[in-house]
């Protein structure tokens, strides 16, 4: 069984013709140089290509411009009015910032609206056609229809992460039928998500939990409803809470819940996070006693810490796509393309503790003379900063010498993306993809966090320490001991530092609300050298790099563009557009 689950991952390595993007395998025209329907259907191999072209179509990161760059986490300076959009206020049914079509969104494109639903029709067509496969064996049969199930339901997902309540599709739409289908309640969606996923969990067998990474299995799924049941009960969707946003809006159903009982929301929340626990299938990556390598390792390194994953593929992740973090987020004299990177910003290295566990603080003297030194260890493992130590011992120097020349890393913040790099790897160049081999769409350290917030939003404080104490522990950090108000901020904030630039900061924003606070301001960090040609005793002053950062509450759910409103003439906008 195992070598025939392993034969499965090879998948991912081997060019997939049948992509949702870019070519529809499954178009309704049938030219010479495409396979019938009737054919792809009546192959379980042509079939399981279908499968494994749906899960290719799934968003990435690894891009040039990241998620992050539209957060308090960084900056595109390829061109500024990407992130711009949600951190100056500028988002529109026009202007979707990283989520509109650009070369320069790499990463966003595939979360939009058009490609989520086009592969959705895939998976749906799948679902239709799949009981005409003759697989060799019943649990082939259900691996794959699980497989559809659980596509279907994370897409949805996907797309209820960012809009609210969407149009659930569970047929297929065809050239000539009305397309005019309004949204679904975000409880209706919801409910219906859950629904496929656990259509899914049913379908798979326990026995193959954690052998095929790139591809779901029970544990994934599970996984996966959870995080579902976690955005869903957060405060953006509470109609207790999210009255700044529903207030004048004439249907709150669509952006949140309207009735129940919040309780059974995160309680919903809390058992499926522990139900992935109990599987006692993955475990937190601790192999290296050195807790900046062992923190570099669990994205270079495959482990049980990893729920689900996409491996870069040499042949279709092509020029900016998937797998060249390293390369365009490098500094320049490291070979990488520092004029466009997504530039740390100071708010993100701020919010890193010191290693004692106490606040990171620019009055302090202390710390305002070195502010690098006796940090939490996942800040060495994530941001490149002056002094750090980077490839082949080389020094990183962003400052400043008394005649205005600037040393060989200056740039606007002065501070770059280290995370995802291998340092014993060497510079990547732009050709070698397998230095930055997987993009970790879901991994345990998640679970065990979603888990502390579902608890902590119940009252069950000493239960919530358990968990995000036990992340702390990786990192070499001391335990929190906070309880209330005190523990959902520490929690939040070990939340930020963990998932830092993972495409994680974007969502949790708006699902707890604190855009005001969390937009940031934009800071970065001045490096002065007080004696000409000599890198010794440097001056730090933080200042802002991106002035004007405002947040607009309308920015808690991103707008449906114009020409899907005209295609569908029965969706009604998300509030404040």
């Known amino acids: 069984m195992k070598s025939k689950v392993l034969t499965i991952a090879l998948f991912c390595c081997i060019s997939i013709v049948f992509q949702s993007c870019g070519k529809d395998f499954l178009d309704d025209t049938k030219p010479e140089d495409k396979i019938s329907d009737a054919n792809v259907w009546s192959s379980p191999d042509l079939a399981m290509k279908v499968i494994y072209g749906c899960y290719q179509a799934l968003p990435e990161g690894h891009t040039m411009c990241m998620m992050m760059s539209s957060t308090d986490e960084a900056i595109f300076y390829g061109d500024a009015s990407i ?74 997902f996907l797309l209820m992460s960012q809009y609210g309540g969407i149009p659930y599709y569970d047929h297929v739409v065809n050239l000539g039928d009305d397309y005019n289908k309004p949204r679904n309640t975000f409880e209706e969606t919801v409910n219906l998500i859950v629904s496929d996923l656990d259509k899914a969990i049913t379908l798979y067998s326990a026995d193959e939990i954690g052998l095929v990474k790139t591809r779901a299995d029970k544990g994934v799924a599970m996984a996966a409803k959870a995080k579902v049941l976690l955005y869903a009960a957060s405060d953006l969707h509470n109609p207790a809470k999210n009255g700044v946003i529903t207030s004048g809006y004439s249907n709150p159903e669509l952006v949140g819940y309207t009735s129940g009982d919040a309780t059974a929301r995160w309680q919903a929340a809390k058992d499926a996070a522990k139900a992935v626990i109990d599987l006692n299938v993955y475990s937190l990556y601790n192999s290296n006693p050195d807790k900046v390598r062992n923190f570099e390792e669990i994205f270079v390194k495959r482990s049980d810490e990893d729920i689900f994953i996409r491996y870069v593929d040499p042949i279709n992740d092509l020029y900016w796509g998937l797998g060249r973090t390293p390369y365009i987020e490098a500094p320049p004299s490291f070979g990488g393309w520092g004029w466009s990177a997504d530039n ?11 290693s004692d566990g106490g606040k990171f603080d620019w009055s302090n003297p202390v710390h305002a003379a070195n502010p690098y030194l006796n940090r939490d260890k996942r800040l ?81 404080d ?16 001391p335990q929190v001991t906070e309880s209330g108000a005190a523990l959902k901020e520490r929690y939040r904030n070990e939340r930020r ?51 004007g950062r405002v947040w607009v509450n309308k920015a808690y759910f991103i707008p449906i563009t114009i020409d899907e409103m005209n295609k569908n003439t029965a969706l009604i906008q998300n509030p404040g557009y």
């Not at 989520?116 to 003759?134: D, Q, S, W």
Request: glycine share 8%; aromatic share 14%.
């Open 83 to 156: 992130g711009a959009a949600f951190t100056k206020g500028l988002v529109s049914p026009s202007n979707q910032g990283g989520f509109s079509a650009s070369v320069w969104s790499w990463a966003q494109m595939s979360w939009q609206w058009d490609a989520l639903y086009k592969n959705i029709r895939n998976i749906n067509i799948g679902i239709a056609n799949i009981g005409k496969t003759p697989f060799t064996n019943q649990e082939d049969k259900d691996r794959a229809v699980a497989d559809l199930y659980f596509l279907r339901g994370y897409c949805h």
């Open 344 to 354: 740390v910003l100071g708010d993100l290295v701020d919010a890193f503790e010191m």
């Open 380 to 460: 060495y493992a994530s941001v490149l900063f002056e002094g750090a130590t980077w490839y082949d011992n080389r020094i990183i120097h962003v400052g400043i010498w008394p005649d205005s020349t600037y040393a060989p890393e200056h740039q606007s913040t002065n501070y770059w993306v280290r995370k995802f790099s291998d340092i014993e790897k060497g510079p990547m160049e732009y050709s070698e993809l397998t230095k930055c081999p997987a993009w970790p769409r879901m991994r345990y350290a998640e679970v065990l966090l979603n888990y502390a917030e579902a608890c902590i939003e119940l009252g069950e």
């Open 462 to 477: 000493e239960e919530a320490r358990i968990y995000i104490n036990q992340i702390r522990a990786r990192a070499g950090m």
């Open 497 to 547: 530092v963990e998932f830092a630039f993972e495409e994680q900061r974007f969502f949790d924003v708006r699902r707890w609300m604190i855009g005001p606070e969390a937009i940031g301001s934009g800071s970065g960090i001045n490096v002065r050298y007080p004696v000409q040609g000599s890198y010794e005793n440097p001056i730090y002053e933080p200042i802002i790099t991106d002035a």
